[in-house]
DNA sequence: TTTCTTTATTACAGGATGATGATATACTTA
DNA sequence: TAAGTATATCATCATCCTGTAATAAAGAAA
């Protein structure tokens, strides 16, 4: 689960990054809109946190933003402008919960779990794709009703993939989405053929068809056909 | 834009049906429980209207269910109990939006509007040209809904083509375009000439119309004469 | 017509990319 | 700590793509 904080002070900030890292998600922040914007389309995130008011740009303009790379990502806005105005433009433009500054860090918490698990993953006990099933809470993965043992990157390529159904994942993109830190940086994209290598023969191996076709010099697509 | 309204008032579904397809979508119409659910196990929607009162079921276990299905689909939830703890279910249960009813029309196509919008990348999801179809998303070209294989550099120069209709695009800006930009020598425009036969190849033998015009001594223009 | 220039077609070699298996490094867990 | 697993990298092979060159055809100009 790797968030985006976009806040401007940088105590606050900190504080929220730490809570966030000690309680287990990989979180990574972003004092100006230029910074945020920049890693929004070059990263891929699950949840972003954004501030509206920031010094150099509209934190609306990111909702936006992120709604165009990301649309599967949640976005909650912050705001110390506790306006129904504001909540509404933000909600319209795409975000999906707005939280009035200053709050606890536990609300914090419990909005983001909430979130996604309204999103995707927990919420839903089931994702069922052809013969292969996901069980996201426990992390299991059944193809013709028989449990397949997948490693942690395989199944998150997965779920990446069955998320995403028909869209076409640039080998960046899931190169980013893999790859735990956020500076790394990949001289070469050896390490997701080797991922979709082990994946695929594990989900063969059960008898399921290759859903996953490989789109030469772009990436990869997760497809019915 | 398929949609699927799952509604037992039939009046009320008539008139919902028939005001979206004019407005321009192709929308199916269940109106029981069990036709809704064997609809959403089979076939895929790019969003729901789902009532949660049914008389041989609830709404909110379909909710779940095209979430299981199609995670990527929107799910718009109707009712006529307007209560927040409905809303929030709804919400819980991996809904996008809550609409109270009775509700007007208008208000239902914006709130469809907006949460595509939302939902995929803002507008652009397909281009059509005649018998051509491109799904920038996915990579795919159909013509006369027949999928078109066509490698990188034949794609991007359809979808430069097609986003240039009518205009004439001089060799050099193609050259520039499709060499990636680097300030590549190309002392010679045989690759652009090997370039467009292959794409008119690949077209023409799906019986699509030449629609790629050479202009002697400037360059190629894409158009419907 | 003839001649020259531009485009179309064909064929193919070299290069880029992906698949696979083996190996080394990092990480977990007992 | 060591054993065992997961992950990243390397080497190799197979595959596909792309630009080029040679040739044919078509357009422009005389």
Not at 9 to 15: F, I, M, N, R, V
Not at 29 to 39: L, M
Not at 125 to 149: G, R
Request: aromatic residues 10%; proline residues 3%.
């Amino acid at each position: 689960m790797k968030l985006l904080l976009v806040e401007d002070q940088e105590d606050l900030a900190t504080s929220i990054v730490s809570f966030l890292i000690a309680t287990g998600y990989r979180c990574e922040w972003a004092c100006t809109y230029q910074e945020a914007d920049s890693r929004i389309s070059m990263f891929s995130y699950d949840c972003a946190l954004i501030d509206i008011m920031l010094p150099d740009g509209s934190g609306y303009q990111l909702v936006r933003n992120l709604r165009k790379y990301s649309p599967s990502a949640g976005i909650i806005v912050l705001s110390a402008k506790n306006s129904v105005d504001d909540k509404i433009k933000g909600l319209d433009l795409g975000a999906d919960d707005y939280l009035p500054k200053p709050f606890h860090l536990a609300e914090l918490h419990s909005r983001i779990k909430s979130l996604w698990r309204r999103r995707q993953m927990n919420g839903v006990m089931e994702l069922v794709f052809n013969e292969i099933k996901i069980i996201p809470d426990q992390m299991v993965v059944e193809v013709h009703h028989t449990p397949v043992i997948l490693t942690r990157k395989e199944y998150e390529l997965l779920l990446f993939f069955i998320t995403n159904q028909n869209r076409v994942m640039l080998k960046e993109v899931l190169a980013e989405h893999l790859s735990g830190d956020q500076a790394e940086f990949f001289n070469s994209f050896d390490f997701i053929y080797s991922h979709i290598k082990n994946l695929r023969k594990k989900l063969l191996d059960q008898g399921c068809a290759d859903y996953i076709q490989s789109i030469y010099g772009v990436g990869y697509k997760f497809t019915a056909l």
